[in-house]
């Protein structure tokens, strides 16, 4: 194990890596990947530099690594993302970051993870950020946002379903079903919307984010996680090209009522060349107004359909979903989907957690 004396925790300037240190910076990706999703390929170099100069116009990112003296060797990562002045709800955004660390498991309760939160924690004050959240998936990171005072404000589950154990009988079933209750209502597809829709696109996913967080409020089991992202047609065409460039590809299912106005909607994305076989699910959701007609359930059914048919390597899907979605939670179970992680997003004031840090 290298000594940690002589850590260096600097920004992390993709633009001047050597290329031995995307190479670390490489293994050091694929490590974190083997504990969140074990089942999952290596990436290559290339794939890895993809991920990390992708840039999404609603959000500015500021990074931290932790090198030994020699630039040699990673161990550990950390980024605050911001809202940018590109986001539409920058106003409402601005005061808020969110914070991702992960640390190589050889060196982790060796005050890593704490010298790059307090790095990170002081560029946010900079920046006149006033609140804080991340999301931790393994018990070791819920136990470092504890320490540090901060407070549970959203769980969700990670959940996956093998293919293999999909009934497709009740598949069909349910697509059946689903254009019977819901008369006049047709299915449009789409693997990228085209801009003569794009508006009632991003309305209908505006729509559909409020109604998750108007669940989650209602519950009253947790604090509310801060800030609302949306969409807009230059982050969606600009996530689109950069996600094809990866070799992803993206199947959207659109429910459109006799009315001519979007009802609801379903996602996937799938990467033959980084994930095969893996299928992970996006937004799903029905407007308030047009559910209790099994809208949800036949977009759901009909993804799945169609998944089959044109991706035979698919072999799982995983989707996550807040605790508090009791509607999509019940869906998801009865086509088989099983927990496999407990997310939980955690929030803490800058100030406050700047005072538990110290100033060491």
Same mark, same amino acid.
């Given at each position: 194990?290298?000594?940690?004396?002589?850590?260096?925790?600097?920004?992390?300037?993709?633009?001047?890596?050597?290329?031995?240190?995307?190479?670390?910076?490489?293994?050091?990706?694929?490590?974190?990947?083997?504990?969140?999703?074990?089942?999952?390929?290596?990436?290559?170099?290339?794939? &890895?530099?993809?991920?990390?100069?992708?840039?999404?116009?609603?959000?500015?990112?500021?990074?931290?690594?932790?090198?030994?003296?020699?630039?040699?060797?990673?161990?550990?990562?950390?980024?605050?993302?911001?809202?940018?002045?590109?986001?539409?709800?920058?106003?409402?955004?601005?005061?808020?970051?969110?914070?991702?660390?992960?640390?190589?498991?050889?060196?982790?309760?060796?005050?890593?993870?704490?010298? &790059?939160?307090?790095?990170?924690?002081?560029?946010?004050?900079?920046?006149?950020?006033?609140?804080?959240?991340?999301?931790?998936?393994?018990?070791?990171?819920?136990?470092?946002?504890?320490?540090?005072?901060?407070?549970?404000?959203?769980?969700?589950?990670?959940?996956?379903?093998?293919?293999?154990?999909?009934?497709?009988?009740?598949?069909?079933?349910?697509?059946?079903?689903?254009?019977?209750?819901?008369?006049?209502?047709?299915?449009?597809?789409?693997?990228?919307?085209?801009?003569?829709?794009?508006?009632?696109?991003?309305?209908?996913?505006?729509?559909?984010?409020?109604?998750?967080?108007?669940?989650?409020?209602?519950?009253?089991?947790?604090?509310?996680?801060?800030?609302?992202?949306?969409?807009?047609?230059?982050?969606?065409?600009?996530?689109?090209?950069?996600?094809?460039?990866?070799?992803?590809?993206?199947? &959207?299912?659109?429910?459109?009522?006799?009315?001519?106005?979007?009802?609801?909607?379903?996602?996937?994305?799938?990467?033959?060349?980084?994930?095969?076989?893996?299928?992970?699910?996006?937004? !799903?959701?029905?407007?308030?107004?047009?559910?209790?007609?099994?809208?949800?359930?036949?977009?759901?059914?009909?993804?799945?359909?169609?998944?089959?048919?044109?991706?035979?390597?698919?072999?799982?899907?995983? !989707?996550?979903?807040?605790?508090?979605?009791?509607?999509?939670?019940?869906?998801?179970?009865?086509?088989?989907?099983?927990?496999?992680?407990?997310?939980?997003?955690?929030?803490?004031?800058?100030?406050?957690?700047?005072?538990?840090?110290?100033?060491?």
């Amino acid at each position: 194990m290298s000594s940690l004396k002589d850590a260096k925790y600097e920004p992390f300037e993709v633009e001047k890596f050597t290329q031995a240190q995307w190479e670390e910076v490489t293994r050091y990706h694929n490590e974190v990947q083997a504990w969140l999703s074990p089942e999952l390929p290596e990436k290559s170099v290339e794939a &890895i530099k993809q991920i990390y100069t992708f840039k999404d116009p609603r959000r500015d990112v500021h990074r931290v690594m932790a090198w030994d003296g020699s630039r040699e060797k990673m161990y550990g990562a950390g980024g605050l993302y911001t809202s940018s002045t590109k986001d539409p709800k920058h106003e409402e955004n601005k005061h808020i970051g969110t914070i991702r660390i992960t640390i190589r498991e050889p060196y982790r309760r060796q005050k890593v993870a704490t010298n &790059i939160l307090r790095q990170l924690a002081r560029k946010a004050k900079e920046l006149g950020i006033t609140t804080l959240q991340g999301n931790a998936g393994l018990e070791s990171g819920k136990a470092f946002c504890r320490k540090y005072g901060a407070k549970v404000a959203a769980r969700a589950f990670l959940s996956r379903m093998k293919i293999e154990d999909v009934d497709f009988d009740m598949v069909n079933q349910w697509r059946k079903e689903g254009e019977k209750k819901a008369e006049g209502v047709v299915l449009e597809r789409y693997s990228t919307i085209p801009e003569e829709h794009i508006d009632e696109f991003i309305s209908l996913t505006t729509e559909l984010d409020e109604l998750e967080r108007e669940i989650a409020r209602d519950s009253g089991e947790e604090e509310s996680v801060e800030g609302h992202f949306v969409l807009d047609a230059e982050s969606y065409y600009h996530h689109a090209r950069e996600s094809a460039k990866r070799g992803e590809e993206t199947v &959207i299912i659109l429910s459109r009522e006799p009315d001519g106005g979007y009802s609801g909607m379903t996602l996937v994305d799938y990467n033959r060349q980084t994930e095969p076989g893996k299928v992970r699910q996006g937004l !799903t959701g029905v407007r308030k107004a047009y559910q209790g007609r099994g809208i949800g359930k036949w977009l759901k059914a009909e993804m799945l359909a169609f998944l089959k048919e044109h991706y035979p390597g698919m072999t799982e899907i995983d !989707t996550g979903n807040a605790t508090t979605n009791a509607p999509m939670l019940s869906i998801n179970r009865r086509l088989g989907f099983q927990t496999i992680r407990d997310d939980e997003t955690f929030k803490i004031g800058v100030d406050e957690l700047l005072e538990r840090l110290g100033s060491a």
